[in-house]
């Protein structure tokens, strides 16, 4: 399925993702108050041991980084600009250490146990009459609808192909909506007739 | 909250979720700005949800990011988005979305196209930045100007979105009037 998760069985994979998540805001919260070049290394240096200790698929994650490097660099230039290149340095450096050490928590933790450890939060919306379970069924059924929705589209596409020979049109755009839309009614109606998200066995 | 609203709530959501799976267009005269189809969705789901059940899709999409799913643009994802320069706009997207649903009920006697893209254009644009130009200066430690600068690059595609999401609107409400839920 969609999801960070890298498969594994190390010493953070085994960590309860309550106590993952705990450690991970207190360290931002503690990374934002430090303004020393050195910490950040520091902390730098040990997320960069923490991905090693996954093996070599832990570091091949690095390549977040990749993703991240147009922006990082277009807030260098900002920072070059308005002549403060020495602390942009320092702040993009917090930033990375910031955004590995929350993505740690993302691969090393399957999406069910996350989701599962979040449960409580929605607790409080029984007060108000909703059911706490009502946010996992959305998730359950935006993982579901997603993929779908482009085959809907994909299907098109092909049609599409097919009688003009261009690959895509904007003129897609209708059907997609319509089709897709049209899918979501019976999803709702389905939900319905089996009792509606009270009716789901636990 | 009935369970139909659930579905409209977490299609929208998927919405998103699907529109950041578009590869990233690099326009050249724009200075090869990457520009992502994923605001479309924040966009739509505001002005075809109405103001809370698209805030909520929008929220939906973004605790889905927040769980591990990469379904942010580029395949990114997980709780490290949360933690980059960007996470000001994360913040704006929802807002974003009820402010857009808000205009366009409130616009409810004109007409779709025109409603549509007032209601995108101050949700989608107006409010995201407002959140996303005082969270990178926050997160980037840089002045608000200098913030703005380094975000107005993304506005040319964001006018884009805008216009996609008037055109989606009306043929929608042409061809399937009640999926248009901010209006009925």
Known sequence: MISLYLQGDSWAHRLRAGWKLLAVALASLVLFQVVSVWAYLASLAAVILCYASLGREGLAQLKLLRSLSFVLVLLLALHWLSGTLNDGVVIVLRLVVMILAANFVSITTRLDDMLEAVQPLFRPLGVLGVSPRKPALGVALVLRFAPHMLLVYGLLREAWQARTGSRNSWRLLAPFAIQSLRMSDNVAEALKARGGSEGLSR | ??????????????????????????????????????????????????????????????????????????????????????????????????????????????????????????????VVYAFGIPGVAIMAGLSLPKAALGSAIYIPGDLVKVVLTALIAQTVARGLPGAVLSRS
């Open chain 2, 1 to 126: 909250m009935a369970d139909r609203s659930l579905v409209h709530i977490a299609f929208y959501a998927a919405l998103i979720a699907a529109l950041g799976l578009v590869p990233p267009v690099s326009i050249a005269f724009l200075g090869g700005v990457p520009i992502t189809a994923q605001t479309l969705g924040v966009m739509l789901a505001g002005v075809m949800l109405g103001p809370v059940r698209g805030a909520l899709a929008v929220l939906l999409f973004l605790f889905l990011v927040a769980l591990g799913a990469p379904l942010l643009a580029g395949g990114r994802g997980g709780l490290g988005v949360f933690m980059g320069p960007s996470v000001g706009f994360l913040v704006g997207w929802p807002v974003g979305a009820l402010v857009a649903g808000w205009v366009m009920q409130s616009t409810r006697e004109m007409n779709v196209l025109v409603s549509a893209a007032i209601a995108a254009a101050v949700g989608g644009i107006l």
